[in-house]
């Protein structure tokens, strides 16, 4: 329930006020001076103060001036008559949300004491997920107590006030998003937007229009002029996830923005120019791509002015049972369960898996024993079949030492590779997007991999299975 002050010298006013707010369901308290009302203000929170103007001693302007100083959170609605509408326009000045004039029209009285509630609330929400969000993505809360992470830690908190480009790599699910965020969050652009695009979840004709916007008539469909996610993330931060999927044409668009910052809309004439921080990421290798002339040069060396590589999983297995308590206590309170703990037999088998899936992986199958187990403990049959079954995740043979005449680092690493890409065909009975799904790739990556080790699948089972 709302709650109201009323300030009047008149006892007339104060009783027709509070009767008709009670009567609309505020809590309402009444006043009969300004000194009155400073101290009710500094002895209890009110959503609203409406107060009027002349008063005898400390008056409505006094009352409003100690509301902003005190209470800044709260509105103020100043009374005052027909005729003297200049106190109202000082009131207006001194931050008074709105202003009512006697003699009363009652309706409008209603629609203007509503109108501030519904903004009030509004004003509260965006404060209470702002203070959510703050705290989400401050880097206190990102999880981790490994060397590695605390390293992660102390980039994020030398590289956030810079408005230099930052390229995060790492494989997919260690949390690249995230560390953008933080990033974000601790700049001082943190009051602007953040707006993150999927480049390879965008198909490559409509790439280049939800990146820089489009004029009416660029193309068939194209009913009205519309702005892209650059414009939307001006004086903010953009943050381009997968930016190995980028077509070559895009890149060089791209590269354009980053060293003038400017650019022009699908069919447009007019060069736009933004002020914004790129954040790239990426679970490829970009610098192999460069040699293997599927990534330009240019715009690598462009992105990669402050490179932050996260480190996977099994590269940081200390973490893992603070990030497994972690999520116990995020599934307790969302599904509601009461888990006390994780068993030190199914949190050796957790320890003992690599993880592909990384964090995301985790985090799933915690979620998932929150969710179906029934007592308040994580047990070894609380896990998935393959954290059960297995300790090591070894998709091919690998030499147990360097031999005198050495090996090929690219054939070794290529062999598992293909491997793996097999065993995830079979898996899923050859059906790519199912295959590209279970090793966290893009389609298109996966395809790319597919056409780099000479894989042939079945075109055509694929064209009815997609």
């Known amino acids: 329930m709302n709650k109201i002050l009323v300030v009047d010298d008149e006892q007339s006013m104060r009783d027709f006020l509070t009767i008709m707010l009670k009567k609309e369901g505020y809590d309402t308290v009444s006043v009969e001076d300004g000194q009155q009302a400073c101290q009710a203000i500094d002895d209890d929170i009110y959503d609203l103060v409406i107060t009027d103007i002349k008063m005898p001693g400390v008056n409505g302007l006094d009352v409003l001036k100690h509301v902003k100083q005190v209470a800044p959170e709260t509105y103020v609605l100043v009374i005052t008559a027909f005729s003297s509408t200049e106190d109202a326009v000082a009131a207006m000045k001194q931050g008074a949300l709105d202003y009512i004039t006697k003699p009363f029209d009652i309706e409008k ?6 109108n501030a509630m519904e903004r009030k609330q509004l004003s509260d929400e965006h404060d209470y997920y ?3 969000y703050d705290h989400q993505f401050d880097v206190k809360h990102i999880v981790g107590n490994s060397q590695a992470i605390r390293q992660i830690f102390d980039m994020i908190k030398r590289v956030s006030s810079s408005k230099s480009t930052v390229l995060v790599t790492g494989e997919s699910g260690t ?5 953008a965020q933080a990033i974000h969050q601790n700049s001082p652009r943190r009051e602007k937007p953040f707006v993150a695009v999927s480049c390879g979840a965008i198909p490559e004709t409509l790439l280049e229009s939800e990146l820089f916007g489009y004029m009416k008539g660029a ?4 009913v009205s002029n ?3 996610l650059f414009e939307l993330a001006d004086q903010g931060t953009l943050f381009l996830d997968e930016i190995g999927e980028l077509p070559l044409m895009i890149q060089v668009k791209l590269l354009r923005v980053l060293q003038e910052r400017q650019f022009k809309r699908v069919g447009g004439t007019k060069d736009i120019s933004v002020d914004v921080r790129v954040i790239a990421a990426t679970n490829r290798d970009l610098r192999k791509m460069v040699e293997e002339n599927t990534f330009r040069g240019d715009l690598f060396y462009r992105l990669n002015v402050i490179p932050i590589h996260l480190p996977s999983l099994r590269e940081r297995k200390e973490d893992i049972p603070i990030l497994a308590q972690h999520f116990l206590e995020k599934y307790n309170r969302e599904i509601g369960k009461r888990f006390t703990h ?3 037999d199914a949190m050796a088998k957790l320890l003992g898996y690599q993880w592909p899936g990384n964090i995301r992986e985790l ?3 915690i979620e998932r024993a929150v969710a179906l187990e029934s ?5 070894v049959a609380s896990l998935p079949e393959n954290i059960r079954g297995a300790t090591e995740f070894v998709a091919a043979p690998i030499p147990a030492d360097i031999p005198s005449e050495g090996i090929d680092l690219e054939q070794v690493v290529g062999d598992i590779e293909k491997d793996l890409l097999v065993k995830a065909l079979e898996k899923t009975g050859w059906v790519k997007k199912q295959a590209a799904k279970l090793l966290n790739l893009s389609f298109r990556s996966f395809r790319y991999r597919l056409d780099k080790f000479s894989i042939d699948t079945d075109e055509e089972n694929e064209t009815e299975t997609e």
């Open 219 to 222: 193309f068939t469909g194209a």
């Open 226 to 228: 519309k702005i892209g």
């Open 130 to 132: 702002k203070r959510q």
């Open 375 to 379: 007592e308040p403990i994580i047990k």
């Open 175 to 179: 949390g690249k998003e995230l560390i």
């Open 342 to 344: 994780i068993a030190e």
């Open 363 to 365: 985090e799933n199958v």
């Open 109 to 114: 009285i209603k629609l203007v004491i509503r």
